[in-house]
Structures are given as C-alpha cells and as structure tokens.
C-alpha cells in the first residue's frame, strides 16, 4: 500500500442481542437465566471488505448458533463465564479471529410467591436495572468488566450545588438542599494480569456483582453530596477499596433533573416537596476512577462508550 | 344544524404526563411519590373548535398547575384517591366541564439499605411494573379503575397448547410443555353506585392494589394452563372472587413468546432448556372477566384501549 | 349462568405485528410493500377460557402465517385490501369466527437516486410519518377506517392562544403568536353502507390516502389558529367536505410546546426566534368531526384508543 | 499521590440533549433549524470530584444557557458551526476548561405544500434519517466529524453471501440473492491539520452533509454486495475518493434481516418475493476506511461509540 491509498481501518463484526433464555430444569425447582448475548470478532477480515472474499468471515448466524449450543452445553453460570468460554472459542478455533468483544446485558427475575412460599418454576422480572458484562480478547490478554445499567436512584436531600462560577450566562441558584437524582450505568474491571487471565476467571462473579451493587447504592445514599461529580468519585473510590482484585471503575450517571415547582402564584409555599422531573435536557457526569500507577488499558474498554 | 353538516362529535382535551415527584417529609424519614398525571376534560367545548373561542377552554398548563398545587395542599395518598380530588375540582369550578378522564402511572421506590438498615432518604426504582389507575367523571357518575402494567411474568413449566384447528396455514405443533410468558396489562374496576361514589372514595387504594396484585400472580403461578386465555381468565375469575367490590377485570396479555431453539443440528437434544425469546410477532390476549348480571359501563372505559 | 356468576366478557385475540416485505420482482424494477401486520378474531371463545378447550382457537401461528400465504397468493395492494381480504377468509372459513380487527401500519420507501436516475431495486426509507389501515369485521359489516400517525408538523406563526378563563391556578400570559407544532395522528372512516362493503372495496385506497393527507397538511399550514383545537377541527372539516365518501374523522394530537427561552438575562431579545422544544408534560388535544345525522358507529372504532 | 492510591481518571461534564428550535423570521418566509445539542467540558475537574469543590465547576445549566443565547446572538448556520463556536467559547472563557466535546442531531423539515406553492412558514418533519456533527477539542487541536444515522437503506437484490466457513454450528445456507438492508450510521472526519483549524472552519458543511450522502447511498445501490462488510468498505471508499477533504470515515452498520417465508407448507413458491423482517439478534457490521498513512487520531473519536 502506497500513502494515500484507501485502505481497511479497524473493525469488527457479529452478531447483537441474541435474547437467551436458559431453563434449568434438573429438579422440580426450575432455575432461569435470562440473556442478550452480543458476540463480535476482530482479527484478519480484509479480504471480505475489500473483494467480498467471505473464506475467513465466520457468519454472524454461525456465532448466534454457538451462543445457544454453547448455553446447553455448558450452562450459563455468569454472563462472565459465559463470554469467557465464547471469547476462547472463537480465538482458538479461527486462527485469523485475533480477539474480539462478547457482551451481555442478564435480567433478573424472582419468584413468584404462592401459597406463601416461593413457587418452583413460576417468575416475576425484578428491577428496573440490567447487569452488565463485556469480555475483551486481543491476542494472549483477556480482559473482564462487570456492570450494570438502568440502576435508577433518588436522594430527597443531603445533597447540594453551590459555589461554581458565575459567568454573563449563569442564572442557576445555589442550592443547600436539593433532590439528586440519576440512572447509573457503572463498569468495573476485573484486575488481569496481561497474558493470564486465570485469576479472573476463577472470580465469582455472581457474588462480585452484588457485593459492588451493594457497595455502590450504600455510598449513594449516605454521602453527602456537593456535586453530583463528588457522589460519582466517592462510589468509585468505596468499590476500589472494598474490592482489591477491581482495577478501575467508569460511571456515566445523568443527572435526572427534579425542578422544584414555583407555587408561589398560588399563595403556597414549597419547602422541598413538589418537584417537576424533568427529562431533557439533563446534566451527564462521566469519570473513570483509577488505581494511581495502573497503566491505562484501552483494549480493555474497546466498543464501551467512552469519554478520554 | 341540518344533516349533512360538519359539526364536532366526541372530544376531550388536557395536559398529559405531567411528571410529578412528592416528597413528605414531616420526619428525617422521607417518603416518596412519583406519578405521572394526566388530565383530560369533556363538556361544552365546541365554541373553541368550530370558532376558535377559548372563552370556556381551561387552559392544558392551567391543568398541570392544578396538579401540582394539588399535590402541594392535599399531598397524593393513593393515585385514585388523587385523581378523584382533580375530577371533583374540574368538574366543580367550571360548569361547563360535565366529565372527564384523570389518570395516573405511578412508579415504586424501595430504600436503600445502608448499614443493614433501609435509609432515611435515599430510595432505589423498584420493580418493572408501573401502577396505573383512572378516574372517569360523567355529569353524576364517577368511575374509578385500577390497574397495572408492564408486569412480566414467566412459567418455565405447566403450560401446554393443543387441540386447536388445523386448516391449510397452520403449521404450528401441539406442545404439552412449554415456557408461557407475558407482560400483563390489567385493569379492575372498583363498585360505584351510579350517582353516588362515596363507596368507592373510602377505599384504600393502596392495600387493595397489593392484595389484588398478590392474587393475579399467584394464579398466574399455581394455574395449570392449556392456553393464554384460559390463565387470563382464571387470573380474572380469582380477582372476582376474592373482591367482592370489585365489579369487572380487563387484560391485555401478549404472548411472549419462547421459542425452543433446534440444537439436532449440533448433536444435542434440548428438552425444554434453551430458548430464544423472540420480539414479533407475539400473541395477543385480550378479554373481560365480569360478574354476570352486571350492566355494561362503557363510559367507565372511555380512552381505556379496549376491544369491545 | 345465574346472576353474580363470574363470566367472560368482551374478548378478542390473535397474532400482532407481523412485519412483512413484499417485493414485487416481475421486471428488473421492483417494488417494495413492508407493513406491519395484526389479525384480532372475535367470536365464540368461552370454552378455552373457561376449560381450555381451544378446538376454536385458531392458533395465533396460524393468523401470521396466513398473512403471509396470503401476500404471496394475491399481493398486498392497498394495506387496507390487503386485510379485508384477512377479514374475510377467517370470517367465512371459521363459522365461530363472527368478527375482528385486521389492522396495519405501512411504511414507506423511496428509490435512492444513482446515475441521476430513481435506481431499480434501491430504497430508503421515506418520512417519519406512518400509514394505517383498520378493518372491522362485525357478522354482516365491514368498516374500513384509514390513518396515519406520526406526522409531525410545525407552523412557525399564525397560531395565537388567548382569551381562556383565568382561575387561582392560571399562569399562562395569552399570546398572539406561537409556534404551533404537534404530531398529527388521524383516523378517517370510509362509508360503507352497514351489510354491504362492496363500495368500500372498489376505491383506490392510496390514491384516497395521499389526497386526505395533502387536503390535511395544507388546512394545518394555511389556517391561522387560535386554539390547536380550532385547527383539528377545520383539518377534519375540508376533510369531510372535500370527500363526501367519508364518514367522520378522529384525530389525537398533542401539542407539542415550544417555549419561548427568557433570553433577557444575557441582554438579548428573543421575538420568537429561539425555542426549547419540551417533550412532557403535553397538551393533548382529541376530537371526532363528523356528519350531523350520521349515527355513531361505535363498532368501527373498536379497539381504536379513544375517547368517548 | 502514591502508587495504588485512588484517584480520579479520565472524565468529562455537560449538558445533555438540549433541544434547540430556531426560527428565523427576516422575511415572511421563515426557516427553520431543529437541532439536539450536547456540551460536555474535559479539563481540570479534579477539585469538584474529590473535594465537593464546584469553584471551576462551569454549571451544566450555564451550558445550556449558552446554548440558547448563541442561537439568538449568531445564529446557527450548520451544526458543525454552531458547535465550533462552542467549543471556542468554553475553552477560551474558561482556562481550566481544556477541551470537550460538543455534538449536535439535526432533524429535518420540508415546507408543507399549499395553493401548490411550499408555504412560507408551516413544515412537515422530513425523513427518518437525522443528521449529526461532533466537535472534539484537545488543548490547541480541533476536530470536526459529521455524519448521520438511522438512515435505513434496502436492495431487494443484488446481494449474496456464500464462501464463508463452516464448522459444526454452522446451519445457514448459502444464497445468491438476497435482500440487503441496515440502518446507516456513519461518521466522517474532515481533514484538520493539528494546531490549526482554520481550513475546517471555511468548510460548507450542509453542502458537504448533502454530497456526502448522495455518494453513499448512490454506492450503496449500485455496488453488487458480496457481504455487507464489502458494501460498507465500497460506501467508504466513494466517500474518500470523492472527498479529497474527508480524512477517514467510520460506519456501524446492523444486518437488518428479512428471511425468507418458507411457503412449502401452503403449497407456494417463494421467490424472494415474501420476507419476515426480523428484529434481533442482527448482524452488526462495523469498520473504519481511512488513508494509509494518515495516523490515528483516538482524541477526535472520544466518546463516539467505537471498536478499535
């Protein structure tokens, strides 16, 4: 190739939101798990862009096959666990599949109680919010983030916005005592060693997640907050302590504006209780929160909407 | 006016979705409501139609205001016990407005548990149904209905369909297992004496919502089915039967479906394990569950989508 | 049955959102149909919902695949040809079938220009607004209602609002320009005379389609407006007089606000120049005009959201 | 700080999805300009995340606001323009403020046609598709990125998929002729020489806009497609090639499948002429086409949802 010429750049295909759901059903006691499974390769696919020679293109209807062969044949266990089994498939038995991103969203579901008790194979969905899971291979190196998304929460006070700039378009009030309130969507990454990702896939990654979530509602709601940009650090900085084996976390997290409703023209007073929610436009906080002396990993974060 | 002319028929206008977040907080222990309100008046109007006279047009953002000064002065109670108070007050101070449509989402919070204890005042969405209710005034008559929607729920066993017709289009095997699952809308309208809603006014809105959730679930969950309808109906019939001052239940049910993925391609059985759960088409179910006797009410279900 | 006993009311079901392509391919230029397709049967269901005897259900499976036997053996044409001919079949060929709801939305395509020229088998989707069709099947009469929905329109000025009643929660300023904007959704029903369709099915549909659009859209452009009510009702006026095979009209539309920003602040005028468009809460403005003498058909509108 | 401490990591601020309307009204016939603004700032924040201190804190509603007032104060000409200008103002006004990213959707209108003539001040929404522009600032290094997305595009033939690989979970078949359809997302980076932004400044970008998509979906229906992967690598290379200005394009691209009914059952052929447009899972095709020898440039695809 000469400068200039108009060549192939990155990329990636597969196929999106292969919806799972898997019934386990060994005892009377049915168990579900409930997926939306993506799976994308990356590697040496130049010959399709360019002549349409499909030799190397594994077809996105073979990867949706594998994602549901794979589901009988293994079980689901974690979305983590799954993704990793996906990941090494691919990798290891297309010698040009060089790495790729396998994700998925897991809903959650509880039973549904009868008689008093919960019932065997009868389910409700639970939350409002999704669980997260990205698998990264490039190469030798595999990379795990967890999250979740959708996590929607609400402060009716001990938070506060006061003291920021005042410039010719400013006309915000401060505030001592505010509603806060945002829908977080978190990543945290699983510490790997580069080129050994046993540890990681040893994880327990269904206990992980709760502990996190855990960690992270608990910090919301008992920080006291001067910016929502404060509350977003202090979450981050309270998984990284509570959990060594996590590396770094990202959070986007909205903020869902709750105006406070004028009502003097109407003689009353509103001392914090009628609120207008607001839906556009909305503040968006976006951080990472890191280990100091982790070396920045983007292959890690790769197709995850990012901000640096 | 002569037959032929062009005049107006049926209209109702107002301010919809007014979003609506209330807190008490009387104690360090907040409460929160957060309801989505719509108000929509009928009477004489047709001044404003047919010659653009807004003399008798309460205007859509006097509307929301009501509701917000309402929420501020009265507090919100229960959404039914809300739309009442708005139905009354529409249809009170402006003569001309003899009826109308007050309805209602309202979403579900729980505390966020801090310390092993649930917080003061920080607050996770829960769940992912949404509550519904409408008030409906007709000169005299009020009518009150309750109701949710978007409850999803799933049987991973005790469910069959069989027996149907076969004509040349129908390709569809018999199954006598097979995951059922939907998304319940379902409405449930409370007794009102026409003329006299006193009844319907006293009733706790809140207790009867659960309980009657409680029921609908729980047939959902115990009920052996041989088809869609024939759950729907049971989930109706053991509403009926438990409240007694509940006159008729409507659902609409689609049927999510879940399909059994074919792995003999791949070598592997699938005895009810993996499914793909598929977007369109879905079934769709829909029926009235009445007590036998009972005079249709249609004005109950004025802009209800119905099927009727 | 005894008075009190619990019973099954109203009821319908069937397939819904069957998406459907049809490509026309006699000659090297195509053309291309894609709708979105429901078939809803009424008739004599009780006993599968009541002992889940479906030997009268026809399957759901079985609606969708006739839609699609059917585009096949006699094309689609019009969407509402197209489901009166659904409407038919499974009236005539299940005598327990005694009616339902055949519904559509069509989207349309346009053919992308290459070399200058409309090109033969290439498309892109054309506008954002929706075609639909209703058909109606009650025993011996059919209605066929036609529509669009999400045809979002705008007019920059020649809209006021003044003149409404002012209470104690009244804080809207009256104004004598605005912008005037909604989503135009509009039902429009074609005369056919009760037990015998055979007008109805002999007109052109889309011819019929477009005109009562341009007739629409023009009213809305050039009508100068003091109430969106006053526009609805002058839109379903030419409508009506401009057709004299149409019955009546329906029309919901929201107003969708476009709030004048308080710009004096930074020293600036704003004489309607810059607008926040605010998407809730929305005034929501729904009328029939119709012909004086016609008798309501409340049949037709079945399942139709309404509002009467 | 110390190695392992926990500290702040990449992040940005702003104002999300402000919806801006302008009108401008010099002369009777009034245009119209609909845009979606987001405003996001990068720069030294660490004070606000750590320590609640809001000093260089520049208010999410003060970028909002300014928003607003430039639309009055400059108008908004094109999108890439109006964010230009942002972008300038943010980072010059504020010196902590060392970049951001400013993006923008335009949505877009046609005159509503009356008495035969494009009126001068009534609109209807304009196409499915919207337009986007992103802005990237780093320090001294300004980008510019256009695009556009939701643009859904389908050939009814000339597209085969066949050679590619099977393994043991491959099922699907091999075809000559099918139809080829995806939702367009595309993005474009126009050539801008680090340090000095002047050049891109002088662009005309809506004239650009419109170039640009004529070469794409002129290639898109002329290119005989062997995959969708060729089809969007012939798309980018049309654009480079046409566009000595255009550095390097990125494209996202979802297989929207329309399978084939089987109509065997009924005794019908099929020849590609009846389709089920599926909704998921979807292939999901995505690549960049770039220059060799231009480097990468990650900073001008901050926060644009990636692969690479």
Same mark, same amino acid.
Request: charged residues 25%; proline residues 5%; negative net charge.
């Given at each position: ?81 799954? +993704?990793?089994?996906? !990941?090494?498939?691919?990798? #290891?038995? &297309? =010698? ?6 396998? *994700? ?127 509350? +977003?650090?202090?979450? !981050?900085?309270?998984?990284? #302590?509570? &959990? =060594? ?6 959070? *986007? ?56």
């Amino acid at each position: 190739m000469a400068d200039g010429d108009i060549v192939l750049g990155a990329n990636q295909y597969g196929k999106a939101e292969c919806r799972l759901v898997r019934v386990t059903r060994d005892s009377a006691r049915h168990e579900i798990e409930d997926l939306n499974v993506t799976s994308q390769l990356r590697g040496d696919f130049e010959a399709c862009h360019t002549d349409g020679d499909n030799s190397q293109v594994v077809a996105t209807d073979t990867q949706k096959n594998t994602v549901y062969a794979f589901a009988q044949e293994y079980g689901v266990g974690s979305p983590e666990a799954f +993704l990793l089994r996906l !990941g090494r498939h691919f990798t #290891e038995d &297309f =010698p040009w599949v060089t790495g790729g991103t396998w *994700s998925a969203e897991q809903y959650s579901w509880q039973r549904i109680v009868a008689d008093g008790e919960p019932h065997d194979h009868a389910f409700a969905r639970a939350g409002t919010e999704t669980r997260t899971a990205v698998v990264q291979v490039d190469g030798a190196d595999t990379f795990v983030i967890s999250g979740l998304t959708d996590c929607t929460v609400l402060k009716s006070t001990g938070s506060e916005f006061s003291g920021f700039p005042r410039d010719r378009y400013t006309t915000l009030p401060e505030t001592d005592d505010r509603i806060l309130a945002t829908s977080v969507t978190a990543w945290w990454r699983h510490g790997a060693p580069p080129g050994g990702s046993d540890h990681v896939e040893d994880l327990d990654f269904d206990a992980s997640f709760e502990a996190v979530r855990a960690v992270m509602l608990e910090t919301f709601a008992t920080f006291h907050s001067r910016a929502l940009q404060q509350t +977003l650090f202090a979450m !981050g900085k309270a998984v990284l #302590e509570a &959990f =060594p084996g996590i590396v770094e976390c990202r959070f *986007s997290m909205p903020n869902k504006h709750h105006f406070l409703v004028d009502l003097a023209p109407f003689g009353q007073d509103n001392p914090g209780e009628v609120f207008f929610a607001a839906d556009r436009p909305y503040g968006l906080i976006e951080a990472a929160v890191v280990r100091e002396g982790v070396p920045d990993e983007p292959r890690a974060w790769a197709g995850i909407p990012g901000f640096c």
